[in-house]
């Protein structure tokens, strides 16, 4: 399967997943997630003000669901920058948001 359809140009196909199933658990997607959004620096100062956390909090609330929540759902926010996460952590971006709902249970 490509990730890709040819009806009416270009469009990423539902359910696209480049190897297999997910079966990381939504509290390490998270982290992953954490660790790409601040590999650019523009990103991270925008996640840092559009949740409102700060470096210490971030830093000190790893382990919390809450702000690992955060994180996921900044990108479920910002559609190209959850494609371009879940391309950079080998998933989808339907699991990112499933794992970001998980986490707000």
Not at 49 to 69: F, K, N
């Amino acid at each position: 399967m490509t990730p890709y359809s040819d009806a009416e140009g270009l469009t990423i196909t539902s359910g696209y997943k480049s190897s297999g199933r997910d079966d990381r658990a939504p509290e390490v997607l998270a982290l992953e997630a954490l660790g790409w959004a601040l590999t650019d620096e523009k990103r991270a100062e925008r996640l840092l003000s559009l949740t409102g956390l700060t470096p210490e909090e971030l830093r000190h609330g790893l382990e919390d669901r809450g702000v690992q929540a955060a994180v996921l759902e900044f990108l479920a926010n910002h559609e190209p920058d959850l494609i371009l996460a879940a391309d950079a952590l080998n998933t989808t971006p339907e699991t990112l948001v499933a794992a970001a709902r998980e986490l707000n249970t």
